[in-house]
């Protein structure tokens, strides 16, 4: 059974970086591609990030291009999400996701796979 596992959430100032990773047990990581949604308080959960799990191809969210980078590590079957000039709006529980496709997409309803969830809040 395939198991994701959120690590690196915590509390950071505006400006600051955190990097999240999300390990995932099983063999076929590779098939995967890997997702970052975020749900903050009273919202619902958005698409922030994606990587395939062949050509590392990626996307992002408007809101987070520039600041946000997604990357992979097949042979650590890790997902990363290294985040910098953190805003208070970007305060949320970060949840790695996994669905296994070669296609990108952005709604939550299309991963199958879920983490626990990292809380991440940006104080001013």
């Known amino acids: 059974q395939v198991q994701l596992v959120e690590s690196g959430g915590g509390l950071v100032q505006a400006g600051g970086s955190l990097r999240l990773s999300c390990a995932v047990s099983g063999r076929t990581f590779s098939r995967f591609v890997m997702a970052w949604f975020r749900q903050a308080p009273g919202k619902e959960r958005e698409f922030v990030s994606a990587?395939?799990?062949?050509?590392?191809?990626?996307f992002y969210v408007d809101s987070v291009k520039g600041r946000f980078t997604i990357s992979r590590d097949n042979a650590k079957n890790t997902v990363y999400l290294q985040m910098n000039s953190l805003k208070p709006e970007d305060t949320a529980v970060y949840y790695c996701a996994a669905r296994y496709s070669a296609v990108l997409t952005t709604a939550p309803g299309t991963y199958a796979l879920w983490g626990q969830g990292t809380q991440v809040t940006v104080s001013s």
């Open positions: 990587i395939s799990g062949n050509d590392y191809s990626t």
